[in-house]
Structures are given as structure tokens and as C-alpha cells.
């Protein structure tokens, strides 16, 4: 088992498959030393092997805790969406950018507290410098599948 894997049994998280691509995209592409990793949401894998999002609806309709649950279960997802990609998870050298497109309810302003699930989560796994990142969270009114945030992120892994 790597660091990496090692250190999100740590945190009492097992990966499960990244989840299904909803249209015709890859969960990432490689070139050279970056990898792109498609937008994708909080689901979790039920017992039938189904993708489920355990929180729906807008931000500001739903609570800024339940939003920053969906990020944090969406940059998980993008951790199984990685190895899949890459094989072994410490090739991850370092997260670069992260864009998250925040499902706002009219007069929600809080949109960078909703991505901070993810970014504190990155932060956990790999520490202040590897875990750091630049972002943008961005609003949207709608969302796929009614998630209440959608992220893609840039990465940089070994070649």
C-alpha cells in the first residue's frame, strides 16, 4: 500500500470506482506531467452499484455543511478518479487549480466556503504544500443531477 492509500485508511476513507461517466468524456487525460480530471460530483456507491448523491438541491435551499459534505465527497471521487488514471496514487505530486461550479440559490454568497470541502480535504490527505491549490468557485444556477457542486481539477503527477 502507498503513502498516499496509506494515509486515507488514516483518515477513515476507503475508495470505492470512480463514478460513472453520465456522457461520452474520460475521468482524466494525461499529458505529460499534468493531468486534467473531467468535473464530476458527490456521489457515493450503494450496495447495487449504483451512483447516489446523499445531498441534492441548491445551496442556500440545502445547508453550507451539507454543500461542503458534497465537495469534500466530490474531491474523494476525484481521488478514485485519479487512480484509475494513473494506477498508483503517489504519482500525485501536487494539486495545481481547482474549478467549482456552486448550484446557487438566489442571494447565496458563499460559494468559496462550499469548495473548502474540497480543498480542505486535498490539504488533509497531502499537506499544505502538495495540497494547496489556485481555484475559482464559480455560481450556477443548475447543476446535473440537481448536485449542489460540480468540480474539475488540474494535477500534477509523475510522468
Known sequence: MGHIEQRLKEMGIELSRPPKPVASYLPGVQVDNILYVSGTIGTVVDEND???????????????????QSARLTAINHASMIRAVIGDLDRLVRIVKMIGYINAAPG???????????????????????????????????????????????VQVTP
Open 108 to 154: 447565496f454568497k458563499d460559494a468559496p466556503q462550499v469548495l473548502n470541502g474540497a480543498s480542505h480535504f486535498w490539504i488533509e490527505l497531502l499537506g499544505e504544500e502538495r495540497g494547496s491549490h489556485a481555484r475559482a468557485a464559480l455560481y450556477q444556477d443548475q447543476l446535473t443531477s440537481d448536485a449542489p457542486v460540480e468540480i474539475e481539477m488540474t
Open 50 to 68: 449504483n451512483d447516489v448523491l446523499p445531498h441534492v438541491g441548491q445551496v442556500g435551499v440545502i445547508s453550507l455543511e451539507d454543500a461542503y
